[in-house]
């Protein structure tokens, strides 16, 4: 149980395009999704907290404008990266979180490689 | 601020134990992770230690918690090549599943034969 998956796993997109990436929980309710970045060799950074229904909460730096989540239901959330550049190019891995799979942890899907020509 | 220290390398020969250190900065953390991430995939988490325990084993991984100096290991016995990989260390602020996670950089744990 307790499984997220990521779509696409990769993309490779020309510079001033919009990407979406989604993130779902397969088999549980997520009531909680976050969004991280990872660049080559470094860790991964937070960038924003969604629960369901609400808006997202962003760390701070990062655009919201820029970075647009959504998380409709319980079971997907989406990172559209708006007019990208390839200083965007990055790993964009997503995190759920729900109760009825505990408390203790999130739940990390494969990630998603963001090339931006 | 918060922040996640660990040694960037280790490299260790089949067999042998593996430890991974980590210190913390924020005393208020709750849990505490050691995820593991193979070259271009996402993270698996390996283990986690409520901050009031001082061990935790589970199978070859052994956690030690040392919370009065905010040092965490993360131990590896008979260290096995698929283990090569980064493992990252990380702390939860604001409680388990709902709170920030901030990681360390990684440790990049090579197993030679």
């Known amino acids: 149980g307790a499984v997220v998956s990521q779509h696409p796993s990769w993309v490779i997109c020309k510079s001033g395009t919009s990407v979406k990436i989604e993130c779902r929980s397969l088999?549980?309710?997520?009531?909680?999704m976050f969004w991280y970045r990872q660049f080559p060799k470094q860790s991964l950074m937070l960038m924003a907290t969604?629960?369901?229904?609400?808006?997202?909460?962003?760390e701070q730096g990062v655009e919201k404008d820029k970075f647009l989540i959504n998380h409709a239901s319980l079971t997907l959330s989406t990172l559209t990266v708006t007019s990208a550049h390839p200083e965007d190019s990055s790993f964009y891995i997503c995190?759920?979180?729900?109760?009825?799979?505990?408390?203790?942890?999130?739940?990390f899907g494969p990630g998603t490689r963001l090339t931006v020509l | 601020g918060e922040d996640v220290e660990q040694s960037l390398f280790l490299s260790v020969r089949e067999g042998d134990s593996s430890v991974i250190n980590c210190t913390y900065t924020d005393s208020s953390s709750t849990y505490l992770y050691w995820y593991k991430q193979e070259p271009g995939a996402g993270l698996q988490l390996l283990t986690y230690?409520?901050?009031?325990?001082d061990m935790k084993q589970d199978q070859r991984l052994t956690v030690l918690l040392n919370k009065k100096d905010k040092h965490l290991s993360l131990r590896i016995a008979d260290t096995q090549t698929g283990d090569s990989a980064i493992y990252f260390c990380?702390?939860?602020?604001?409680?388990?599943?709902?709170?920030?996670?901030?990681f360390g950089k990684g440790t990049k744990l090579s197993v030679k034969p």
């Open positions: 969604s629960n369901e229904g609400s808006k997202a909460t962003y």
């Open positions: 990380a702390e939860s602020i604001g409680g388990g599943s709902q709170g920030n996670l901030i």
């Open positions: 230690i409520f901050s009031n325990m």
């Open positions: 088999d549980f309710q997520a009531t909680t």
């Open positions: 995190s759920a979180a729900g109760t009825s799979v505990g408390t203790d942890t999130q739940y």
